[in-house]
């Protein structure tokens, strides 16, 4: 079972900032990347799947990157909405479906 | 548009069974992969299962192997998840999940989901 493991469990940063969300897999993964958004209270939303292709709807300013093992999901200018717990999933060698542990971006 | 809209939580004691559904409207419901995913009070998201498009096949997290059964009615648009044998480690928010395809595995609409509480 491939491990997904999310750096750095909270982020604390401002509105308007840019901010780096890291999720590291335990071994290759390709390129079967994707990020969710889950706010308070809420269903998670898809963000990004298969790390870079953005969702329906999904702002500009929400892009993926990386393969293999490393993957980055960039925030590039964060506005007051975007502050929520962030997840990753691959979707390689399933079952099981993994999730990351989540970090949880956080206004400073 | 698309919904998905979960029913049947409840407060339920440990060793007992829960029937949950998922009502689906605004797509061809029959089209799509289905998912259930679990959310344990202030924890992370945890996958446990997943139906073909027609209910001919489904996979399971080893956590609710042999436990939990999930079906389709696509007659009826509806998903169902049966728990049985229920601990008190399945108490959780349980989503249900649309595939972006077919095995497709990736998640692009949620139902709101349903609280199940295990409980003595």
């Known amino acids: 079972e491939i491990v997904l493991t999310q750096s750095p469990a909270t982020l604390s940063l401002s509105p308007g900032e840019r901010a780096t969300l890291s999720c590291r897999a335990s071994?290759?993964?390709?390129?079967?990347l994707a990020w969710y958004q889950q706010k308070p209270g809420q269903a998670p939303r898809l963000l990004i799947y298969?790390?870079?292709n953005r969702a329906s709807g999904i702002p500009a300013r929400f892009s993926g990157s990386g393969s293999g093992t490393d993957f980055t999901l960039t925030i590039s200018s964060l506005e007051p909405e975007d502050f929520a717990v962030y997840y990753c999933?691959?979707?390689?060698?399933?079952?099981?479906?993994?999730f990351g542990q989540g970090t949880r971006l956080e206004i400073k | 548009q698309v919904q998905l809209v979960e029913s049947g939580g409840g407060v339920v004691q440990p060793g007992r069974s829960l029937r949950l559904s998922c009502a689906a409207s605004g797509f061809t419901f029959s089209n799509f992969s289905m998912h259930w995913v679990r959310q344990a009070p202030g924890k992370g998201l945890e996958w446990l299962a997943i139906i073909s498009y027609d209910g001919g096949h489904d996979y399971y997290a080893d956590s609710v192997k042999g436990r939990f059964t999930v079906s389709r009615d696509n007659s009826k648009n509806t998903l169902n998840l049966l728990m049985n044998s229920l601990r008190l480690e399945d108490t959780a928010v349980y989503y249900c999940?649309?595939?972006?395809?077919?095995?497709?595995?990736?998640?692009?609409?949620w139902g709101q989901g349903t609280l199940v509480t295990v409980s003595s």
């Open positions: 999933q691959h979707r390689l060698n399933w079952p099981p479906v993994i």
């Open positions: 298969d790390v870079s």
């Open positions: 999940a649309r595939d972006r395809g077919h095995w497709l595995i990736n998640n692009d609409y």
């Open positions: 071994q290759s993964v390709a390129t079967y």
